[in-house]
């Protein structure tokens, strides 16, 4: 079975520092991975995946995400947060050898960015 | 942009009524979801509609609920019973063909049953 974790409840950066928001994941085959962020009272966005290729991916917003497959990790990274980035990021896996029919959501983690 | 609609943004409903949430997938896309959120935290897959059947659903998805996609362009999500546990934001999505595609969502019904 497919599942996906996100250790972190919250995280809190100062702006113009470096973000990081940390995803685990667990598949039985090749895992496709995403990353999606919510602000409030709307839909979930995709902001980018990794499905095969270079370990580090680049999506929406300046983010970007590493892909690690021996530490079975997928975290999202910024190299500068904005205040604008504050928001609910969900990471999520889909296991292609599953059928690849559902794609699975962490808990969320909440980013918080101080001006 | 395409968008995915959801209709309506919010339905109150008494506990053992119906309801039917509307949803109007992105006109090129073939595969098609509903989720749903409680408290604003874990969304949590409820099922997964390909070529007009079911491909996969979760436990949550039990005889009270099932989907229809009744012409070609909605889609639907109907909970024939409902109780006080299933209020919470529901989310349609939807997404291209080919199974690397990132999913549309759209912006969700909170449905509250009182």
């Known amino acids: 079975a497919q599942s996906v974790a996100q250790p972190e409840d919250q995280v809190n950066v100062a702006e113009g520092n470096p973000l990081t928001v940390k995803c685990t994941y667990s598949?039985?085959?090749?895992?496709?991975l995403f990353w999606y962020v919510q602000y409030p009272n709307r839909g979930l966005q995709f902001l980018l995946k990794?499905?095969?290729?270079?370990?580090l991916v680049k999506g929406s917003y300046g983010f970007e995400a590493e892909f690690n497959k021996s530490q079975t990790s997928f975290h999202l990274k910024k190299p500068s947060a904005l205040v604008s980035d504050s928001a609910l990021y969900f990471c999520?896996?889909?296991?292609?050898?599953?059928?690849?029919?559902?794609?699975?959501f962490g808990a969320g983690t909440r980013l918080f960015v101080k001006a | 942009e395409p968008e995915v609609t959801q209709t309506p943004s919010h339905q109150v409903t008494q506990m053992g009524q119906e309801v039917i949430l509307r949803c109007v997938p992105i006109?090129?896309?073939?595969?098609f979801y509903w989720y749903r959120q409680i408290l604003g935290q874990k969304v949590e897959f409820l099922v997964s509609?390909?070529?007009?059947?079911?491909?996969?659903k979760s436990e949550i998805f039990d005889d009270q609920f099932s989907v229809e996609r009744p012409d070609g362009s909605n889609f639907t999500l109907k909970i024939r019973s409902t109780k006080l546990e299933d209020s919470a934001m529901y989310f349609c999505?939807?997404?291209?063909?080919?199974?690397?595609?990132?999913?549309?969502f759209g912006s969700g019904t909170r449905l509250t049953v009182v």
């Open positions: 999505a939807s997404r291209e063909t080919g199974s690397g595609y990132g999913y549309t």
């Open positions: 598949v039985s085959g090749n895992p496709y």
């Open positions: 990794y499905i095969t290729g270079d370990n």
């Open positions: 999520a896996v889909r296991d292609m050898e599953a059928g690849g029919f559902k794609t699975i």
């Open positions: 006109s090129n896309h073939l595969y």
């Open positions: 509609f390909y070529n007009n059947e079911i491909s996969e």
